[in-house]
C-alpha cells in the first residue's frame, strides 16, 4: 500500500460512488419514461416506479452523509484527547469540525503547534492538511 499522503488521502470507491450513482439514475431515468407512455391502468405503478428512485437517491446521499457525520464525531474526540494526552490542557472550542479533521493527519510532534496556528489564522481543513510535514495516515476513514 503507497504511504499515506495529501495527494492521496481521499477514499473513491468506484463501486459506490459511481456504479451505484449511475444506476439509481438510469432507474430514474427508465422510470420517468415508463411513466411518461404509461397507460391509465399502469399509471400508479409507474409512479410508484418514480417515487422509488427518488427514495433511492435520497438514501445514497444520507447513507453516506450520515455515516461521515459519525466519523467526523469521533475524529473530534480523539482529536480532542490527543491534544490532552500531549499537553495535559484542553483544546480551543474555537476549532471546527472540519478543522479537527485535517488535524488527524498531523504527526504528534506538530499536532500542538498546528492546532495553535489553526486557532490564531483560522485555517481551513484543506490549508491545514497542506501545513502537515510529517503525514499520520488514517486508513480507517471511508
Not at 438510469?26 to 416506479?49: H, K, P, Q, T, V
Not at 483544546?91 to 489553526?118: P, Y
Request: overall charge positive.
Amino acid at each position: 500500500m503507497k504511504q499515506q499522503n495529501y495527494k492521496n488521502h481521499s477514499k473513491f470507491v468506484i463501486g459506490y460512488h459511481i456504479v451505484t450513482f449511475l444506476a439509481i439514475l438510469a432507474f430514474l431515468g427508465g422510470a420517468i419514461r415508463n411513466l411518461w407512455n404509461s397507460s391509465e391502468d399502469n399509471l400508479y405503478a409507474a409512479s410508484l416506479l418514480v417515487l422509488l428512485s427518488f427514495i433511492l437517491l435520497f438514501m445514497f446521499y444520507f447513507i453516506r452523509s450520515f455515516a461521515l457525520k459519525a466519523q467526523d464525531r469521533a475524529i473530534k474526540a480523539e482529536e480532542k484527547l490527543r491534544y490532552f494526552i500531549l499537553t495535559g490542557k484542553s483544546i480551543s472550542n474555537k476549532l471546527t469540525t472540519r478543522q479537527f479533521v485535517g488535524l488527524r493527519f498531523a504527526s504528534d510532534e506538530e499536532f500542538v503547534s498546528l492546532v495553535e496556528k489553526a486557532v490564531m489564522e483560522n485555517l481551513s481543513e484543506n490549508n491545514i492538511k497542506k501545513a502537515i510535514n510529517n503525514w499520520k495516515a488514517d486508513d480507517y476513514r471511508v
